[in-house]
């Protein structure tokens, strides 16, 4: 891991911009900190970081006024990395779909969704393994939003994470409600009600498909981008108390 650049917010949170071999990312870490903090790891959609970064530094900053650490790498084929021609020619086959008004077929969501967990995963834990050898890191490790399918195979593989935020608001292929048997870590999961992208009883299907034994469902009236401002506070004292 090799930091290219270094700011203090104007609250005191230290933001440092590395880059992991080819994968740029961010760190976010507390203005002090007596002792190795926990960490959040920060999903997004494959968007890019610079367009996700007002988001994700609200969440950074919520994360760091309890206490956390927080850092989000970019995924394959997105922001500066290189473009990645089957990423590509999923999003177009999807977007047709969409504005055809037809059914997204699930050849669509796999060739779309499978891809990129199968690299994105193993990513994050090779960020994993960094950011932990950093002094100042000590864990324990939460998996906040993102793509779904991501969360779901990284709480199945990863043993460093505790605990999960999850947003039922992106396609999920089949394949892996099965890995969502396998999920056993504490889970709050968010769902807005009439997301107009997501299969809402799909989303339901897979909340009850989840192995976990604490399992929560935050669901609020409003489409995709209509997360009201105290479902973050909810999601927060989620991590507060399984991060501690």
Known sequence: MRFTTEQRLDDGVLEREFALGEIPGIL????????????????????????????????????????????????????DRPRWAAAEQARADLR????ADEPVSDEIVDSLILPLVGRAVPETQAALDALLSLPEIGGPVGYSGGVISVGIR???VEPRIVAAGLFA??????????????????LHVLLQWDDEGNDRQ??????DA??????????????????PQFAG????????????
Do not use: C
């Not at 047709?96 to 504005?99: G, H, W």
């Not at 608001?169 to 504490?186: K, L, N």
């Not at 989840?210 to 997360?227: D, I, P, Q, R």
């Open 28 to 79: 976010w870490t507390p203005a002090s900190a007596s002792a190795p903090v926990p960490l959040t790891l920060l999903g997004h959609p494959p968007l890019g970081l610079r367009k996700m970064y007002p988001r994700l530094v609200a969440r950074a900053r919520r994360a760091a006024a309890d206490g956390f650490a927080a850092a989000a790498i970019e995924l394959p084929g997105s922001g």
């Open 96 to 99: 047709r779909a969409l504005e």
């Open 154 to 156: 990284l709480a199945v």
């Open 169 to 186: 608001g992106s396609f999920v292929p089949r394949a892996m409600f099965e890995e969502a048997r396998q999920v056993t870590i504490p």
């Open 202 to 207: 799909a989303a339901l299907d897979l909340f």
């Open 210 to 227: 989840f192995g976990s034994t604490e399992k929560t469902l935050h669901a609020n009236m409003g489409g995709h981008t209509g997360v």
């Open 233 to 244: 506070e909810d999601a927060a004292g989620f991590f507060a108390r399984h991060l501690r």
